[in-house]
Nanobody, 120 residues
Framework: QVQLVESGGGLVQAGGSLRLSCAASGSFVSIAVMGWYRQAPGKQRDLVATITRSGSTNYQDSVKGRFTISRDNAKNTIYLQMNSLKPDDTADYYC??????????????WGQGTLVTVSS
């Protein structure tokens, strides 16, 4: 069993900052790509940012220059530093990971989500 536990969501005013964390736990060999996705009410879940084990990153255009994804491989944890937040950033934020489990290959795992609300 592999679990992703997110934390750090909350209510913030426009222009403010939040830092999300996602920690992986359980039985696995390694984790390849990890990332953050978000889903606003009535909308589909969209990619926000991803990071490989070696640190290569990819961002959705709307968050470039404002959000920074980082990773601590020793702690199996990723972070999302969100600055200059806008009301349009309001959504449930989900952590995602491609986890290698012995005998099972890679498994895609999702966290339970953490709500970010940006007030205008």
């Amino acid at each position: 069993q592999v679990q992703l536990v997110e934390s750090g969501g909350g209510l913030v005013q426009a222009g403010g900052s939040l830092r999300l964390s996602c920690a992986a736990s359980g039985s696995f060999v390694s984790i390849a790509v990890m990332g953050w996705y978000r889903q606003a009410p009535g909308k589909q879940r969209d990619l926000v940012a991803t990071i490989t084990r070696s640190g290569s990153t990819n961002y959705q255009d709307s968050v470039k220059g404002r959000f920074t994804i980082s990773r601590d491989n020793a702690k199996n944890t990723i972070y999302l530093q969100m600055n200059s937040l806008k009301p349009d950033d309001t959504a449930d934020y989900y952590c995602n990971a491609a986890v290698l489990r012995r005998g099972y290959g890679y498994l895609e795992v999702w966290g339970q989500g953490t709500l970010v609300t940006v007030s205008s």
